[in-house]
């Protein structure tokens, strides 16, 4: 075992960067090398991202990472977006954004043509109008040029790892996110694409985790999770079994690490996921409109000439009255950007609750809503698998709410570990690591997680007014 030093490319919602993870073969380090806003571009009312700009500041960040020796590149991405190719390999337009309009309806459109049922139990995951089912679904219907041409499809990483390499194919976790994979074969849902008119001859082969695709100027690309919560779970520093965890970010993704999908009625009904993991795992998780509500409050505010920093939220928020008003996260009036104080503030009036008037009221009623969504959601996966949780451990940017951590612990009356911040690129660089032979397995990479000074605990707190204030909570989402 010597020292290796791997490049991890990690692109969120907000922002991406390239980082370098050193291993001496007891500790990482961390080093930034280049980090990069991820900004979208509104062309004739459609949202897109702006994907060769991205590709730009990969190549400037692992450029800079070249004087380290890197072992290798590993590239992880947000969910459900994904790039058309041409059969010369060209990219056929540029990705939209999950967030556009242009998958209005489309559920329902294809439960006409295949039952809900149905095509739970053929892919086994949530039901949610950005699923790239439903995106394809509209260049259906629309009669898009771009999928009548289309050669390969290629989820955002996946087109990455292309570019990177010339290899066309679909990574196993990120290919799970699009409601077009069937876990019980193996293989992707082409039966239920023929019934959809989605053209199942352009999706590309399905590879595993920790699968070596080829290299970048010499440097070898390997897979690892490249949906970046399946890299955050990777990173877990668990000692138990028996854990919950959630990947706090734009998003809040809460689940348990399974060892096969749970595909039944019952999951189907509470509408939960099954995505796939390293290492022959699965995370039956619920996605959760996490930390982006509280993006777009300030987003608004700023427009307002109102500029709070993160820490000044929390502050405002940590001094307001507790437990006044809550929401569902998850109402579909949130999706999209907007004015989201006053969609709370509609939110709360239309369900009879004290409509928050300040700043700190807001932050407070975002932050408890999401803590109520959490305990919701630890109910709903034990009643589905039976399982007792012991701890939960929060991985990503969120950790850095201090707030929001203790409330999670409050609410769900179970220990909180938060860290480390950086899982998702943590993740992402152990299972380069285990490909590499320098870790032995996933255990090992937790046990070294475990090892960081930054991760933190949090005791549950003020049980029974938290646990008042839930049934609260459950008769208004209930009601709404």
């Not at 082409?190 to 082969?205: A, C, Q, R, Y």
């Not at 998780?285 to 307002?304: D, F, H, M, P, V």
């Not at 500029?307 to 579909?332: G, H, I, K, Q, R």
């Amino acid at each position: 075992m010597s020292n290796k030093t791997v490049l991890a490319v990690d692109l969120g919602a907000e922002s991406g960067r390239v980082m370098a993870v050193k291993f001496d073969g007891n500790r990482l380090q961390l080093e930034e090398l280049h980090r990069f806003p991820n900004t979208t571009v509104t062309l004739n009312g459609t949202l897109h991202w702006d994907f060769l700009r991205l590709w730009r500041d990969i190549q400037t960040g692992i450029e800079k990472g070249k004087a380290l020796n890197p072992a290798s590149i590993g590239v992880d991405t947000w969910g459900v977006d994904f790039g058309l190719l041409d059969s010369q390999g060209s990219l056929i337009g540029n990705p939209v954004h999950y967030r556009d309009g242009r998958t209005a309806n489309m559920m329902e459109t294809a439960f006409n043509k295949v039952p809900r049922a149905d095509i739970f139990a053929q892919t086994g995951i949530q039901f949610m109008p950005i699923n790239t089912v439903y995106q394809l679904l509209s260049l259906v219907e629309s009669g898009s040029p771009q999928l009548q041409i289309a050669d390969t499809f290629l989820t955002a990483p996946d087109l990455l790892n292309y570019w990177l390499t010339g290899v066309k194919a679909a990574e196993f976790s990120i290919a799970t996110t699009t409601q077009l994979f069937n876990p019980i074969t193996g293989t992707w849902a082409t039966e239920m694409m023929d019934k959809l008119g989605i053209p199942s001859h352009i999706f590309p082969e399905i590879v595993p985790p920790g699968t070596r695709l080829g290299a970048y100027e010499g440097i070898p690309v390997i897979a690892p999770a490249c949906h970046d919560t399946g890299s955050a779970v990777a990173a877990m520093p668990t000692r138990s079994d028996n854990f919950a965890y959630i990947s706090s970010g734009t998003w809040s993704l809460m689940g348990l690490e399974m060892t096969e999908p749970v595909i039944n009625e019952a999951s189907l009904a509470a509408n939960v996921t099954n995505e796939g993991g390293v290492f022959g795992t699965y995370r039956l998780l619920k996605n959760i409109s996490g930390l982006w509500i509280l993006q777009q409050c300030r987003q608004t505010w700023r427009a307002q000439g109102q500029e709070y920093s993160y820490a000044e939220l929390v502050a405002l928020a940590d001094a307001a009255d507790p437990l006044t008003a809550v929401f569902n996260p998850n109402d579909p009036r949130f999706l999209p950007p907007g004015d989201h104080p006053q969609s709370i503030r509609d939110y709360c009036a239309a369900t009879g609750q004290p409509v928050p008037a300040d700043v700190g009221s807001i932050v407070r009623s975002v932050l408890e809503s999401l803590a109520m969504t959490y305990r919701e959601t630890l109910d709903t996966l034990r009643n589905l698998t039976g399982r007792s949780i012991d701890v939960v451990h929060i991985g990503g940017g969120g950790t850095q709410n201090q707030l929001l951590n203790q409330m999670t612990a409050n609410a769900t009356g179970l220990p909180v570990v938060t860290g480390p911040i950086e899982a998702t690129v943590i993740g992402n660089a152990l299972v380069q690591l285990i490909t590499l032979g320098e870790v032995a397995d996933l255990r090992q990479a937790r046990q070294i997680v475990a090892g960081l000074s930054e991760l933190n605990h949090y005791e549950p707190k003020d049980t029974a007014v938290w646990d008042e204030a839930y049934g609260r909570y459950q008769q208004i989402i209930n009601a709404a």
